[in-house]
Nanobody
Framework: QVQLVESGGGLVQAGGSLRLSCAAS????????MAWFRQAPGKEREFVAR????????RYADSVKGRFTISRDNAKNTVYLQMNSLKPEDSAVYYC????????????????WGQGTQVTVSS
């Protein structure tokens, strides 16, 4: 099993920044992918960003391109999401996800999830 613990959420004004962290423990894998998803009240969980554990190839949702940056520290088994120029519509619970298969894309495909961290952006 893999345990994922997110941290770094909070309340910030529009235009501000936050950095989310996701620490992985337990059965870690040398390959695979980690990603961030978010879910606002009444909405479906949506993809935000992903990173390959070995190649560092990243992918972003159009809504966050140029504002968010995903990165990872293999030595710490931690993935980060740097969020800049935050907007009220970025408010959501942010979830970290991981899987040993590097090709997974959709939320349904990820096997491991964190408990989520709340991000609230005030206007």
């Amino acid at each position: 099993q893999v345990q994922l613990v997110e941290s770094g959420g909070g309340l910030v004004q529009a235009g501000g920044s936050l950095r989310l962290s996701c620490a992985a423990s337990g059965r870690t894998f040398s390959n695979g992918a980690m990603a961030w998803f978010r879910q606002a009240p009444g909405k479906e969980r949506e993809f935000v960003a992903r990173i390959s554990w070995t190649t560092r190839i990243t992918r972003y949702a159009d809504s966050v391109k140029g504002r968010f940056t995903i990165s990872r520290d293999n030595a710490k088994n931690t993935v980060y999401l740097q969020m800049n120029s935050l907007k009220p519509e970025d408010s959501a619970v942010y979830y970290c996800a991981a899987d040993s298969r590097p090709w997974v894309i959709t939320a349904a495909e990820y096997n491991y999830w964190g408990q989520g961290t709340q991000v609230t952006v005030s206007s």
